[in-house]
Antibody, heavy 121, light 110 residues
Framework: QVQLVQSGAEVKNPGASVKVSCKVS????????IHWVRQAPGQGLEWMAS????????HDAQKFQGRVTLTRDTSVNSAYMELSRLRYDDTAVYYC??????????????WGLGTLVTVSS | QSALTQPPSASGSPGQSVTISCTGT?????????VTWYQQHPGKAPKLLIY???KRPSGVPDRFSGSRSGNTASLTVSGLQAEDEADYYC??????????FGGGTKLTVL
């Protein structure tokens, strides 16, 4: 079955960077985008960016331009999201999700369990 | 890109039906056949409920259905059950290869 396994929780100081990994199994990694979505405590879902796992093309929300870096390693079926210049309000659960593994590309469909990133001094 | 507009809360008694709306524009909800709905229980990852406006992935009960009229998509939950109490989010692509979520609706089963 399709699975996205994310790296563990992180605690970072303001101004630092964090890198979250997302390892995919159960489908051909390069067939679909990987999306990154975050959820601050008690808040809703916020789309951040996506990467075409085949070509490496990236689309990102204007809010995160210049601070988010997406990469992928097709040799290990993994995607990575790095967020720089962390602020207190970046404290959130960060999810990776497949862009269509079970919906033939029609939706952000299968999600990882999330990675809690806490920004604290 | 502003979030899609959802009512913050909805409620119904067991066995009843509830409809949650998701309003956008012709540049997102009204312009693409990719409207998606998710269910999220506290402390859990979102779960896909409806995709491509009306399609249900395998394993999702047919009590959940989706529709759209113009720039507003809707999720209807029929025959409410206690386990349907959760947060519900809509999602749509936008015109610039980006995606946008609704603000979320907390469904309470009375």
């Amino acid at each position: 079955q399709v699975q996205l396994v994310q790296s563990g929780a992180e605690v970072k100081n303001p101004g630092a960077s964090v890198k979250v990994s997302c390892k995919v199994s159960g489908y051909t990694f390069t067939d679909h985008y990987i999306h990154w979505v975050r959820q601050a405590p008690g808040q809703g879902l916020e789309w951040m960016a996506s990467i075409n796992a085949d070509t490496g093309d990236i689309h990102d929300a204007q809010k995160f331009q210049g601070r988010v870096t997406l990469t992928r390693d097709t040799s290990v079926n993994s995607a990575y999201m790095e967020l720089s210049r962390l602020r207190y309000d970046d404290t959130a659960v960060y999810y990776c999700a497949s862009g269509g593994a079970v919906t033939a590309g029609l939706a952000i469909d299968v999600w990882g369990l999330g990675t809690l990133v806490t920004v604290s001094s | 890109q502003s979030a899609l507009t959802q009512p913050p809360s909805a409620s119904g008694s067991p066995g009843q039906s509830v409809t949650i709306s998701c309003t956008g524009t012709s540049s997102d909800v009204g312009g693409y056949n990719h409207v998606t709905w998710y269910q999220q229980h506290p402390g859990k990852a979102p779960k896909l409920l409806i995709y491509a406006v009306t399609k249900r992935p395998s394993g999702v009960p047919d009590r959940f259905s989706g529709s759209r009229s113009g720039n507003t998509a809707s999720l209807t939950v029929s025959g409410l059950q206690a386990e349907d109490e959760a947060d519900y989010y809509c999602n749509s692509p936008t015109g610039d290869e980006n995606w946008v979520f609704g603000g979320g609706t907390k469904l309470t089963v009375l």
